[in-house]
């Protein structure tokens, strides 16, 4: 089991290699992220222990439940699941230092709020919906321009880039569709020189997909179940609007 995850990390790390090699990418450019959501905390340890250091959660709970934990080993915790309002106070609580869903300006504003009142500040990423699906997350690609011109205002949030998670098992040009389409949104969005906008983080590609990220520009690769195998809950419990 732990001989696997350390395998794992190592095969989806050539991988990683191998796709910047081919796209003129600097593999230290293209971070990989480990989503560990329902991964328990000594699995994750074991993945820390390689030299890995960037994990992230989908559920402040689960983030909440782990942290003790993993606290004394060295890592670094962004968070890439919807987030509700009502959890804003808690998830300040666990060091993240960067949310990658960021897709609506009440939250953004909520936020910020707390984070005034904590003297504190966050790096976030603009959660896009580049696949159109209604059951995703993310702003729609029409209206990140505004968001991120307003989100811009709040002094204590510094936007870092863009995420996306694309459509998922579909055809590899549909994929690809996706992660072109968050670039030239980031594109679009660097030649409007927004002050304290920056657009160095594009966080796209999977475990399926990261081949393709990597070649259109991705630079961090969030894989989860490549390393630590399948998850028991359905991705649905995680993604769903409704849920
Ligand atoms: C779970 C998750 C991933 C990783 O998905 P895998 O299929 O486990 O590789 C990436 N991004 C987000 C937002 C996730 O929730």
Redesign the pocket.
Known sequence: MNEMITENIRIIQQRIDKACKTHNRNPQDVKLLL?T?TVPAERIEIALRTGQTLIAE?KVQELKDKFEYLNTIPHVNHF??HLQTNKIKDILKYNVSCI?SIDRFDLAEKLHQRLLKENKTMEVLIQVNTSFEDSKYGVSPTEVLDLVRQIATLNTLQIKGLMT?GLLSAEAKKIRQCFQLLKHIQQEIIALHIPQVSMEELSMG???DLEIAIAEGATIV?????IFGQ?PTA?SY??NENL
């Open positions: 989503a959501k989908n890439i699941g990658h998670i999977m475990g399926g969030r894989v989860g179940t490549a998850r991705d995680y993604w």
